[in-house]
T-cell receptor, first 113, second 110 residues
């Protein structure tokens, strides 16, 4: 199984809503990542978890709250988002981290109204 | 982070080779060169990576300049399914993260 599964595939939320994005992998990878991608732009790194601990936060606003409950799961909790947060949110995983290749999910397309 | 520079777009004919260039003049000795591609409506997909020597795999070849300031991704026979955005990325062994540049949009004509 070399898949990274993200749910939901599409999400529409209001600025006062609370929602969560989910990511799952069963490859035994111990590093997991959240990226944000705006239309026609490259993915931008948001967070990195290594061995279930947050190792990198790229100065992401606190309205985005990551969580790694175990080595297979990664969540991104969303609260009080702005319309400019509308984007494709990509999850990735890799062995340990560093130079290892990343395996990406297909993403969650988020629209904030 | 060291930066990469790629052409915005390139075109190729089907079944012909494609050479996708990448400049990384500020590369450090601990930076690996990775290539990913992103097909429409999908997440990026790993293609190949290398440090100093040229590399081959079933998808592509990677040619790295002797001074490591540039590299070229080679698709030996382009197919319509190779139409995608190709990203050249420098991955530092110490930083533990991959920062994407702007990428090259490859169009393959039948």
């Amino acid at each position: 199984d070399t898949e990274v599964t993200q749910t939901p595939k599409h999400l529409v939320m209001g600025m006062t809503n609370k929602k969560s994005l989910k990511c799952e992998q069963h490859m035994g990878h111990r590093a997991m990542y959240w990226y944000k991608q705006k239309a026609k732009k490259p993915p931008e790194l948001m967070f990195v978890y290594s061995y279930e601990k947050l190792s990198i936060n790229e100065s992401v606003p606190s309205r985005f709250s990551p969580e790694c409950p175990n080595s297979s799961l990664l969540n991104l909790h969303l609260h009080a988002l702005q319309p400019e947060d509308s984007a494709l949110y990509l999850c990735a995983s890799s062995q340990v981290g560093g130079i290892e290749k990343l395996f990406f999910g297909s993403g969650t397309q988020l629209s904030v109204l | 982070d060291a930066k990469t520079t790629q052409p915005n777009s390139m075109e190729s004919n089907e079944e012909e080779p494609v050479h996708l260039p990448c400049n990384h003049s500020t590369i450090s000795g601990t930076d690996y060169i990775h290539w990913y591609r992103q097909l429409p409506s999908q997440g990026p997909e790993y293609v190949i990576h290398g440090l100093t020597s040229n590399v081959n795999n079933r998808m592509a070849s990677l040619a790295i300049a002797e001074d490591r300031k540039s590299s070229t991704l080679i698709l030996h026979r382009a197919t319509l399914r190779d139409a995608a955005v190709y990203y050249c990325i420098l991955v530092n062994t110490n930083a533990g993260k991959s920062t994407f540049g702007d990428g090259t949009t490859l169009t393959v004509k039948p």
